[in-house]
């Protein structure tokens, strides 16, 4: 699996891990899928992603977005 998968079952695990949280605690968790959607704006737009960067330090091997 390279760094661009990885990336995103990343995002889409926070973001299905927040909405799980929320049902089961507090509407408060939303914050986390509003904070993983602003992420990737970000990231789509400036090409820096704090994940990746996380990701590649454990030694996921590089795809084609985050190099």
Known sequence: MNL???????AGCMVLLS??????????????????GLNLLQTGFTGFCPAAMV????????G???N
């Open 64 to 66: 084609c977005a985050f």
């Open 55 to 62: 990701l590649k330090k454990l030694g996921v091997k590089p």
């Open 19 to 36: 909405v799980a949280l929320t049902v089961a605690f507090s509407e408060w968790w939303l914050l986390l899928t509003v904070f993983v």
């Open 4 to 10: 661009d998968k990885s990336v995103l079952i990343f």
